[in-house]
């Protein structure tokens, strides 16, 4: 499951369970703007949060990462599911730490 499916399913089941924007930023104690860039794909997400997510709109994480899937995915697929997670969360960190790195040497440079 890509990202986009990822935060597509959660925005409609988000409004089938007809919770605006605004009920999950409340719900989840964050304001509203930090909400939609999570919908939006702007602010990544961690388990934890996609957890409360998944809590507020009657999901668990298995149902949330397979909507169309009927029964319980099993153990081991959840545990390849945060495999995947944290990869890419250590991706991203690699990126960032790359990002921090190029800054320095042009700081450097000046």
């Not at 397979?66 to 990126?95: F, Q, R, V, W």
Request: charged content about 30%; hydrophobic content about 35%.
């Amino acid at each position: 499951m890509t990202n986009t499916e990822l935060l597509y399913t959660i925005k409609s089941h988000r409004k089938a369970k007809g919770l605006s924007q605004s009920d999950m930023a409340n719900k989840l104690n964050i304001v509203l703007k930090t909400y939609q860039n999570i919908e939006s794909g702007l602010t990544r997400l961690d388990i934890e949060r996609l957890k409360q997510i998944a809590a507020l709109i009657d999901l668990n994480l298995s149902s949330l990462f397979n909507p169309t899937g009927g029964s319980a995915i099993e153990k081991d697929t959840e545990k390849e599911l945060y495999h995947k997670l944290l990869m890419e969360k250590e991706t991203y960190i690699s990126k960032l730490e790359n990002d921090i790195k190029f800054y320095q040497e042009i700081l450097r440079e000046k």
